[in-house]
Every structure is written in structure tokens, then in C-alpha cells.
């Protein structure tokens, strides 16, 4: 099993909402991550988490916070969003942080709008 | 700093035709490097990827990719296309230090028409 998924597909939410993201993984990797793509723009590492502890934030708004509840699940948590936040969220793993040459595996992304 | 540079914007080709889609990269360490495609609402797929040994990369869906240090190079080729290779690809770099955090090119849209 390759796949990485990630729920829901599509996502329209308020500014004031509480939403989150959710992404699976079952290839036994230990590092998880989540990117920002805009339309027409490549991805923008946002975090990365190893062995279930936060390695890397890009200076990422407090608005979004990750959460690593185990070893296969990584969650995006949103709240009080920005219209300019609207994007493409993907999530990919890869067997180790540590090491350049581990392939990063991509889920298929949500869809979120913010209204 | 590494920086991955896709000369191309946008290229539009006829079905069977040759493609090559052009990637440079700048870094003064050892790189990776790496081809994904994004078909459109999808997420990326990793078409190739070079990490040491053989220049000529193969990849899957035909294409492949020649590595050349000297022109810090990574150019993505297939000797004939198809509709179905109508995507976004990126060309991505990353560095033989600490972490696996991928530095992407600006992507170039691949057009096919019959």
C-alpha cells in the first residue's frame, strides 16, 4: 500500500470556523508533512513532523496548527481563516526526515475555501 | 541558498511529438533531484528521481531525465507524448544535508492537442 489519503476532498468553511484536516498513512513512513499550493504555484512546505514530533514549522500562521496523534495519522487544525488562506492542502510521508534521498509520497489534497 | 529554476512556463505540443522540459538548479552542495506531475485536482506523483550514479534517469509513463553537473542540469524528456501527459510538472531539488524538504521549480504546464 502506497497511498497516502487525506478527508475531506473539499472543505468551504467561514472565518470563523474550527475545521481540520485529516491524513493517513499506512507505509510504516515516520515523517509526515503538510504543504500549501496555490493555484498555478508549486507547494510551500508549511510543516514536518518526525516520529510524531513537530521538526519543522515555516513560520505557518497560529491559525493553522498540526497535530501528530500517531504514528500513521497527521491533522491540520484550522480556525479564524483568512479568504487569502483558500489553497490546496496536501499531505505526504516519507520513510525517514533525515535523509534527502527518502521519495515523499503526496495524498491527493483538500480543496479549501474560505468564505 | 538552493533554488530550482523551470525554464518554461508553459509548453504546448502535438500528440507524439518530443518533448523536454527544462530544470536548472543552483547550490553549492550535493543535490538531489527529482520530477513530479500533478494532474489536474491531484496531488503529485514522482515521475524520477536522481540521486547518485547513472546520469540518465528512467522514469514511469516513458519519460526520462538526464543529469549533468557541469550545467547543473536536470532536463525531463519523452520521445512522444500523449493527450493523457497533459499536466503540471515540477522539478524539485534537495540538498545532501539535514532533512528531505524539497525545493520546487515554478512548474511548467504540459499542453497535448491531437
Known amino acids: 500500500d502506497t497511498e497516502v489519503t487525506q478527508t475531506p476532498k473539499h472543505l468551504v468553511m467561514g472565518m470563523t470556523n474550527k475545521k481540520s484536516l485529516k491524513c493517513e498513512q499506512h507505509m510504516g513512513h515516520r515523517a509526515m508533512y503538510w504543504y500549501k499550493q496555490k493555484a498555478k504555484k508549486p507547494p510551500e512546505l508549511m510543516f514536518v513532523?518526525?516520529?510524531?514530533?513537530?521538526?519543522i514549522n515555516e513560520s505557518v500562521p497560529s491559525r493553522f496548527s498540526p497535530e501528530c496523534p500517531n504514528s500513521s495519522l497527521l491533522n491540520l487544525h484550522l480556525h479564524a481563516l483568512q479568504p487569502e488562506d483558500s489553497a490546496l492542502y496536501l499531505c505526504?510521508?516519507?520513510?525517514?526526515?533525515?535523509?534527502?534521498?527518502?521519495?515523499?509520497?503526496f495524498g491527493p489534497g483538500t480543496r479549501l475555501t474560505v468564505l | 541558498a538552493q533554488s530550482v529554476t523551470q525554464l518554461d512556463s508553459q509548453v504546448p505540443v502535438f500528440e507524439e511529438a518530443p518533448v523536454e522540459l527544462r530544470c536548472n538548479y543552483s547550490?553549492?552542495?550535493?543535490?538531489?533531484l527529482f520530477w513530479y506531475v500533478q494532474y489536474p485536482n491531484q496531488g503529485l506523483q514522482l515521475l524520477l528521481k536522481?540521486?547518485?550514479?547513472?546520469?540518465l534517469v528512467k522514469g514511469i509513463n516513458g519519460f526520462e531525465a538526464e543529469f549533468n553537473k557541469s550545467q547543473t542540469s536536470f532536463h525531463l524528456r519523452k520521445p512522444s507524448v500523449h493527450i493523457s501527459d497533459t499536466a503540471e510538472y515540477f522539478c524539485?531539488?534537495?540538498?545532501?544535508?539535514?532533512?528531505?524538504?524539497?525545493?520546487f521549480g515554478k512548474g511548467t504546464t504540459l499542453s497535448v492537442s491531437s
Open positions: 536522481y540521486l547518485s550514479g547513472s546520469t
Open positions: 547550490s553549492s552542495v550535493s543535490v538531489y
Open positions: 513532523y518526525s516520529y510524531e514530533k513537530l521538526s
Open positions: 524539485a531539488v534537495s540538498v545532501n544535508q539535514a532533512g528531505t524538504a524539497l525545493i
Open positions: 505526504a510521508s516519507s520513510q525517514e526526515w533525515r535523509g534527502p534521498a527518502y521519495e515523499q509520497f
